[in-house]
């Protein structure tokens, strides 16, 4: 079946700094991926679409200044918390698009503090 | 804009009981709507997925029916188990392929 994963699971950062989480699917070329982001006990909200070669599209609310995303192939989109704050503190899960179908990435746990 | 919701919040129940997990959705122009599961820190796995043209899809101890029309669809497990405890995520896919996640059902099954 296919497989997405993420790098890293888990991270800490301190306030003010960058953090890179990337996006790979390992067994399919993937032209659309998805960000979603994921408060604890809440319900997963998207956050934007990234295609290959072109910019992300982002939702509503979401700063693409702050959530900077770059999908470089069509195995690789990578997100970018920039100047991160404790308020960016979340899980972030990505998922492919293979045909009809979304599989999703482990996520990745980002703590600022 | 859809709204997905799901009843109830959390769920206890002891082990061997068969239990039915809801979800509604305001626009019932979907193209299907998928069930996943999340177990605490982790990510989703699809659990079932059912096409708008139909009505219920079966996995083991899990079906999954859609009322399109009526905007809901609802989880069945049966005999549930200690294992089966996680958060059961509803979601809903338009024709933009674009998902719309329920809150989710934290599913507690005791020893």
């Known amino acids: 079946g296919a497989v997405v994963s993420q790098h890293p699971s888990r991270v800490i950062c301190k306030s003010g700094t960058s953090v890179k989480i990337e996006c790979r699917s390992l067994d399919f070329q993937a032209t659309t991926m998805f960000w979603y982001r994921q408060f604890p006990k809440k319900s997963l909200m998207l956050m934007a679409t990234?295609?290959?070669?072109?910019?992300?599209?982002?939702e509503q609310g979401v700063e693409k200044d702050k959530f900077l995303i770059n999908h470089a192939s069509l195995t690789l989109s990578t997100l970018t918390v920039t100047s991160a704050h404790p308020e960016d503190s979340s899980f972030y899960i990505c998922?492919?698009?293979?045909?009809?179908?979304?599989?999703f990435g482990p996520g990745t746990r980002l703590t600022v503090t | 804009k859809q709204e997905v919701t799901q009843i109830p919040a959390a769920l206890s129940v002891p082990e061997g009981e068969n239990l039915v997990l809801n979800c509604s959705f305001t626009?019932?122009?979907?193209?299907?709507l998928q069930w996943f599961r999340q177990d605490p820190g982790k990510g989703l796995t699809s659990l079932l997925l059912i096409q708008s043209s139909q009505r219920e899809q079966t996995s083991g101890r899990l079906n999954a029916s859609l009322d399109k029309s009526s905007g809901r669809s609802t989880l069945y497990i049966a005999a549930s188990q200690p294992g089966d405890s996680a958060t059961y995520l509803c979601?809903?896919?338009?024709?933009?392929?674009?998902?719309?996640f329920g809150p989710g059902t934290r599913l507690s099954v005791l020893p």
């Open positions: 998922s492919a698009l293979q045909g009809y179908e979304q599989y």
């Open positions: 990234s295609n290959e070669g072109s910019k992300a599209t982002y």
């Open positions: 626009d019932s122009a979907i193209y299907n």
């Open positions: 979601a809903v896919r338009d024709y933009g392929q674009n998902f719309v």
